[in-house]
């Protein structure tokens, strides 16, 4: 895989981006992670929608400038495959109890991710909002509130099955 590149001492990735504790959780999903390839993103083609005359009815579906036209489109961007294992073997997510009220004086860290060796904490909302899934003023619509926040397996492996090429659970 090209995001695993160069092997130092043991085995150890030589990329100081890809270094984790020996026994961590980060360095087994880094360890999982290089084996998978990075890059062959799956996305909206919408040219070929375009060209079969289904663009109007995609963009009916996905909408234009709103979270999902916006994921689909990040997908599509280039990546740089040590930072994204990087940041995919640190990233946890924490989230509050349902009848939590969120203080936004004192945000409570939800997401922790470690990327270009710095380690980063924030809420989900400002998680959101610095990836560009949603913009500050959705934040306070149904489009954020009312969310999908849990999934059953079964939808997960549905979508899984749309946007990878690896079977559900073997990435």
């Known amino acids: 895989m ?14 100081p981006y890809l270094q984790f504790p020996q026994g961590s959780r980060a360095r ?18 919408w040219d ?10 995609a963009r009916d579906i996905v909408g234009i400038d709103t979270p999902w036209s916006r994921l689909f489109q990040i997908a599509m961007e280039d990546s740089y495959p040590k930072l994204t294992v990087e940041f995919l073997s ?14 936004l004086d004192f945000p409570v860290h939800e997401v922790t991710f470690r990327l270009l060796g710095q380690q980063f904490q924030m809420s989900v909302r400002e998680f959101v909002v610095h ?41």
């Open 2 to 15: 090209e995001a695993e590149g160069a092997m130092g001492e043991e085995g150890e990735p030589a990329c």
């Open 28 to 45: 087994g999903r880094c360890a999982r992670l290089r084996t998978i390839e990075i890059g062959g993103h799956v996305g909206i083609d």
């Open 48 to 57: 070929l929608l375009e060209t079969v005359g289904e663009a109007a009815r």
């Open 90 to 103: 640190t990233f946890t997510n924490a989230p509050n109890p349902a009848d939590y009220l969120e203080d």
């Open 131 to 171: 990836t560009g899934l949603y913009t500050e003023p959705e934040l306070d619509t149904d489009l954020y509130t009312q969310a999908v926040t849990v999934m059953d397996r079964q939808t997960l492996i549905s979508f899984w099955r749309a946007i990878s090429r690896v079977p559900f659970g073997k990435s």
